[in-house]
Antibody, heavy 117, light 107 residues
Framework: QVTLKESGPGILQPSQTLSLTCSFSGFSLSTYGMCVGWIRQSSGKGLEWLANIWWNDDKYYNPSLKNRLTISKDTSNNQAFLKITNMDTADTATYYC?????????WGQGVMVTVSS | DIQMTQSPASLSASLGETVSIECLASEGISNDLAWYQQKSGKSPQLLIYAASRLQDGVPSRFSGSGSGTRYSLKISGMQPEDEADYFCQQSYKYPLTFGSGTKLEIK
């Protein structure tokens, strides 16, 4: 059974760096073809894809966030990570991690992140 | 970036009614299209992948169709549990992009 769960700081101040962790079970990110992605959703708004990391460590980022994103993984501990630098109030959102098989087949419950001074 | 234009933004349907939601891609996406359902306060769930393939466990009243730049999601016989937001998403090219969503309510 595949499960994913996001964790993060909850609240941070503008200009700080957001560090998110996705802890998962039921699959291994070292297995051929596996991929974990990060997606966010502002309150009452649509979905925005942020980044994907593949089993072979290939990484893809949303260029709209320029060079603020870093995705990584720890296959030994079944975790994926996302860092976003220079956070702004506009980055306030619920952040999801998801397993990509055919598309985003399995999602975590999401973690709410608020950026406020 | 490939823009996904989703319509309508909101929709109200009676129980048993058939509803359709459309997504128009700004360029051809070769059936690399998924549909997600998001119920209030929950995470999105994959309904349809590859434009027309039903995800395991999804009721057969959901179906997807389309090609090229035009795709649609159909619900044949609205049920109370279908009240939700629906999103399309293309995976033809990075960056992955989503439609703006359709809020489906029961009339």
């Amino acid at each position: 059974q595949v499960t994913l769960k996001e964790s993060g700081p909850g609240i941070l101040q503008p200009s700080q760096t957001l560090s998110l962790t996705c802890s998962f079970s039921g699959f291994s990110l070292s297995t051929y073809g596996m991929c974990v992605g990060w997606i966010r959703q502002s309150s009452g708004k649509g979905l925005e894809w942020l980044a994907n990391i593949w089993w072979n460590d290939d990484k893809y980022y949303n260029p709209s966030l320029k060079n603020r994103l870093t995705i990584s993984k720890d296959t030994s501990n079944n975790q994926a990570f996302l860092k976003i630098t220079n956070m702004d109030t506009a980055d306030t959102a619920t952040y999801y991690c998801a397993l990509w098989e055919r598309d985003f087949d399995y999602w975590g419950q999401g973690v709410m992140v608020t950026v406020s001074s | 970036d490939i823009q996904m234009t989703q319509s309508p933004a909101s929709l109200s349907a009676s129980l048993g009614e058939t509803v359709s939601i459309e997504c128009l891609a700004s360029e051809g996406i070769s059936n690399d299209l998924a549909w997600y359902q998001q119920k209030s306060g929950k995470s999105p769930q994959l309904l349809i992948y590859a434009a027309s393939r039903l995800q395991d466990g999804v009721p057969s009243r959901f179906s997807g169709s389309g090609s090229g730049t035009r795709y649609s999601l159909k619900i044949s016989g609205m049920q109370p549990e279908d009240e939700a937001d629906y999103f399309c998403q293309q995976s033809y090219k990075y960056p992955l992009t989503f439609g703006s969503g359709t809020k489906l309510e029961i009339k």
